[in-house]
C-alpha cells in the first residue's frame, strides 16, 4: 500500500469518515463511511451497498491467515504473511476505536508495517 492510499485513508479520518470491517474488493483498502456515502479512498469508488454479511465473512476468513512461524523458520514470505495479519488487526481495531488519538497511533503503526513490508517486498 502507497503512502498516498495511507494519506486518503487519513485524511478521510480526519474529516469524521468512519473506517468499515469491510475491504475495498478491487485494492483491498478499507472502505469508508463518509457524508453517508461508502467509499473507497484509494479508488474512488463510491458502493451502493455493502457486500453480502456473509461474503463478507468468507473474506475474512479467507484474508487472515494464521501462520504459525517458529524462529528458527522465519523467512522473507513468512514474516511477509505475519506483517499483514498484523495490519488487519491493527486495522479492525482502529475500526472499532472511537479515539482519534488512538486511532492516529494505530494508524502510525500500520505505516511502519507497511514500510517494512515494503523492504520485505524488495528481498523477495
Do not use: Q
Request: aromatic content about 4%; charged content about 35%.
Amino acid at each position: 500500500m502507497e503512502d498516498k492510499k495511507i494519506s486518503e485513508a487519513v485524511e478521510l479520518l480526519y474529516k469524521g469518515g468512519k473506517m468499515l470491517s469491510y475491504h475495498c474488493p478491487e485494492c483491498n483498502l478499507p472502505l469508508f463511511k463518509y457524508e453517508e456515502k461508502i467509499i473507497c479512498p484509494s479508488c474512488n469508488v463510491e458502493y451502493d451497498e455493502l457486500l453480502e454479511e456473509k461474503e463478507v465473512e468468507e473474506k475474512k476468513t479467507k484474508d487472515v491467515e494464521v501462520v504459525e512461524v517458529k524462529p528458527d523458520k522465519l523467512t522473507p514470505t513468512s514474516i511477509e504473511k505475519n506483517i499483514l495479519i498484523l495490519i488487519e488487526k491493527l486495522t479492525i481495531k482502529a475500526h472499532n476505536s472511537e479515539s482519534i488519538a488512538e486511532i492516529n497511533e494505530l494508524l502510525e503503526t500500520i505505516n511502519k508495517a507497511l514500510n517494512i513490508l515494503e523492504k520485505i517486498r524488495k528481498i523477495n
